[in-house]
């Protein structure tokens, strides 16, 4: 977006909202232009409050927020993480085994169901070690609402393909 047309569109927000997102496009630069690393080898020193963004090679795929960065990203991936624990790795599975359809009822298709499959259970331990071999990026934002804006900006704008906002 040219700066005339970035400056129209803020006159078209109200005022109050402005300072929310005013530096959102700014923050993705910063994100993209990162050097990216993998969740297993995030440096010691890091924000602790941010987005983060998950690639393999050129292909973003997910964005996520935290308020706690490097404990999120491991749970995305750790060999041992739950259902409950690696969401991205559990639509992962739910992908490569074709139970795309989220059920939030017990039984057939349930998470805990699927979690008991051995073939959906296989699928989601690769998922994981898929997520470790990813490449991340992240950027410091410790204001709630900006967080969540700037998650849904960098989705909306790198077209992140499992990044959903619907309501469950």
Sequence with gaps: MG???ANDAFKAVD??????IEHLHTKMQVLVAMAPVTPVSLPSVMCKKGIYLLSEGNKHLYVG???EITARLLRHCRPGATHRMAAFAFRLARE???NLKATYRKGAGSRAALALDPEFLRAFTEAKARIRRMSVRFVEETD????ALLEIYVSVVLQTPY???DNH
């Excluded at 005022?15 to 929310?20: A, G, M, N, W």
């Excluded at 709630?144 to 967080?147: F, I, L, N, V």
């Design 96 to 98: 490569a085994t074709g």
């Design 163 to 165: 990044n959903d906002f």
């Design 65 to 67: 927020r935290s308020n």
């Design 144 to 147: 709630p609402t900006k967080q």
């Design 3 to 5: 700066f005339r047309k």
């Design 15 to 20: 005022p109050s909202f402005v300072p929310y």
